[in-house]
């Protein structure tokens, strides 16, 4: 396949970019704005692969998207690209309602223009493949409630809000003119090359610098955290075997509440690498925990279903949530200098250097 990824520089969309050039023959074109969370310093390990090209663009830039299609000729477009961080969206919510929904319907769009043109075959074989998020169900209250394909949506957040903006629109886009899309809806995702703003890699990286690591509210808010190399094994699936029109939810099967993240990070870290800062008489990791004012609106517990992506497409994750963490605590530790250079912007200082 010829798969047209946007948001590839980001967190997920890079995990997925390595796993198709490392355990496919897809050839695949990046598409990405180079947000502040765009780094293309995740994909050095493929970025020299005849398979792969990059183009900086927004998707709400139809014409260069359009010229982008026309050119790279796809057979699915892989649609990751999006403003993605919750307290980011509480703080400005004006790039989430671009990017997430005037983005989204502007490559909707695009894309239907692209496929509208292509034979009878192609246009059959073609796929546009929206990836989102457990947050448009909102939170669930009863400990055994799960989110399922057909749970409605609830979003809490500006950031959910406008996925679950976007999810509509891509349903109604194959309902009206018969594109021919799938959704997925994923857990919270963790693993390498995730950005030091969202929980577990600030925790590791403040942990090292001796600083305070932040918890909201109580601690008690419950994710179900997945490995982010199995979700990009779950995309492959979706992208390639599901059905038109159908949507899948992935998860990790791995509820955790928040605190019992952090401590666990903390547990690692005293093994792996022992505390050295000012404070390292006063005891482990975990005495740095510090409570903060909980987040405005924050939901209480998400956790998925996930059974109709493993009995219909035969996905299951690979690694639990004690193996997962420990590969990416590892990650972080031996990957610093990435770390360090998002920390301190230089990542972006020189890419713009390099344009
Ligand atoms: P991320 O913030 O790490 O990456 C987003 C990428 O999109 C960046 O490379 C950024 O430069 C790019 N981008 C932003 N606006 C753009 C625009 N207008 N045009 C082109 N590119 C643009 O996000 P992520 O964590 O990798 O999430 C990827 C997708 O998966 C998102 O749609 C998100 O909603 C969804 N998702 C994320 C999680 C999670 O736990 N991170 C869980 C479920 C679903």
New binding site residues.
């Given amino acids: 396949m010829r798969i047209m990824v ?8 890079s995990a997925l970019i390595r796993h198709l050039l490392d355990h496919t023959d897809h050839q695949v074109l990046n ?5 502040y ?2 780094n293309l310093e995740s994909l050095l390990s493929v970025a020299d692969s005849p398979r792969y090209q990059f183009l900086q ?4 830039d139809s014409e260069t998207v359009a010229a982008a299609l026309a050119q790279f000729q796809p057979d699915a477009v892989m649609h ?6 919750v307290d980011r969206s509480i703080d400005g919510p004006a790039a989430f309602i671009q ?1 997430n929904i005037v ?1 989204t319907y502007a490559l909707l769009e695009s894309t239907r223009a692209y496929w509208a043109q292509l034979d009878e075959q192609r246009k059959q074989r073609f796929r546009f493949h929206h ?4 947050e448009v169900y909102g939170d669930l209250h009863g400990v055994d409630d799960l989110f399922t394909e057909t749970t409605p949506y609830a979003p809490s957040s500006p950031y959910s809000a406008s ?1 679950a903006a976007s999810d509509h629109l891509v349903r109604a886009w194959q309902r009206t003119y018969g594109l021919p899309v799938l959704l997925s809806n ?4 963790y693993g390498p090359f995730h ?1 030091p703003e969202k929980l577990i890699p600030l925790v590791i990286l403040n942990a090292l610098d001796g600083k305070p690591l932040p918890v909201y509210g109580n601690g008690q808010q419950v994710r179900d955290w997945l490995y982010v190399e199995d979700h990009a094994r779950a995309l492959l699936k979706v992208v390639s075997e599901g059905v038109v029109g159908e949507t899948y939810n992935i998860g990790g099967h791995n509820e955790q509440k928040n605190i019992d993240v952090v401590r666990s990070i903390c547990a690692l870290l005293d093994e792996l690498a022992p505390r050295r800062d000012a404070g390292a008489g006063a005891g482990g990791y975990e005495i740095l925990i510090t409570y903060v004012k909980d987040r405005p609106g924050h939901d209480l517990r998400y956790a998925i279903d996930a059974s109709k992506v493993e009995r219909e497409l035969g996905w299951k994750p690979q690694e639990t949530f004690a193996s997962g963490l420990r590969k990416t605590v590892r990650w972080y530790l031996d990957n610093l200098d990435w770390c360090r250079r998002v920390q301190d912007g230089s990542y972006q200082r020189e890419r713009l250097g390099a344009l």
């Fill in positions: 946007t948001g590839g520089a980001g967190f997920i969309g598409l990405d704005k180079l947000t969370a765009g663009a927004d998707i709400a990751l690209a999006a403003e993605s961080h990017t983005g990836i989102s998020t457990d996925k994923c857990s919270n995702n950005f």
